[in-house]
């Protein structure tokens, strides 16, 4: 098992002049390269939530049926802002805004404050003032990544176009009251052969809280590998010519 960390997300500074990007898949890419090289023989899941499993989503699009290729059998993530821009509004406005937002904007600030002689060339007073993640996307990420702006940046990163392109099992979970993603932004789920929804009534943003938790068990956590344990075993049946 590996686990990724995004660019900033560590706990060591980012040294690097691009920064967190909710759809850039290069580093996955590259891991992908690496973990091939090391295990040639080996098939791999990919499991994430709100951020990670939007990318990891956008690249079993992108890759299409090369996904099988790169050895790759199957995915399940969680909590996916499938609606950027929707999700964004949700950010802007409420509870929201002003206890998550708030908190999760002082961090990316902080962290972009240190690239300034990396990008000495950026509005730095608008990324300082920016009120709500959109604005400081707008300032920030987008002109890094080199788009016009947040909108642009967003509608290219929305992976629920990729979704049709998927060529692998990939199992989806979503709660209707998570309060940054749009029950209206889901997809439906019988529009697509090899993605799999299960959308729950409560479970927050990552929530899931069950009476399972006191004796230690995940119920999100537990659903997701037990999708991955089955298609890996069905998997494991098809090669060795017992299915």
């Known amino acids: 098992m590996y686990s990724i960390n995004w660019r900033g997300c560590s706990g060591e500074p980012n040294r690097t002049g691009?920064?967190?990007?909710?759809?850039d898949t290069g580093d996955l890419r590259e891991v992908i390269s690496h973990l091939r090289e090391m295990h040639p023989n080996n098939a791999f899941y990919f499991s994430g939530f709100s951020l990670g499993g939007n990318v990891i989503l956008k690249l079993l699009g992108e890759l299409g049926e090369q996904a099988c290729e790169a050895g790759i059998?199957?995915?399940?993530?969680?909590?996916?802002?499938?609606?950027?821009e929707a999700s964004n509004s949700l950010l802007s406005t409420g509870f929201s805004k002003h206890?998550?937002?708030?908190?999760?904007?002082s961090t990316l600030k902080k962290k972009a404050l240190r690239q300034r002689l990396i990008h000495p060339d950026l509005d730095w007073e608008s990324v300082a003032e920016a009120r709500t993640v959109g604005e400081f996307d707008d300032a920030f990420t987008a002109p890094v990544w080199g788009y016009s702006g947040y909108l642009e940046y967003y509608k290219d990163n929305d992976s629920r176009q990729f979704l049709p392109r998927i060529r692998v099992p990939t199992f989806v979970v979503n709660a209707l009251d998570d309060p940054f993603v749009s029950p209206t932004s889901l997809p439906e789920a019988s529009l697509y052969d090899f993605v799999t929804m299960a959308y729950t009534e409560q479970g927050g943003h990552c929530g899931f809280i069950s009476e399972e938790e006191a004796s230690g068990q995940c119920?999100?956590?537990n659903e997701l590998a037990r999708f991955l344990t089955y298609i890996d075993d069905v998997t494991r049946r098809i090669d060795s010519g017992s299915l």
Do not use: H, Q, R, T
Request: contains cysteine; glycine residues 10%; aromatic residues 18%.
């Open 18 to 23: 691009k920064s967190y990007n909710v759809g």
């Open 73 to 84: 059998a199957g995915a399940a993530v969680a909590c996916i802002p499938f609606d950027l």
């Open 99 to 105: 206890v998550y937002a708030a908190n999760f904007l």
């Open 219 to 221: 119920f999100l956590g």
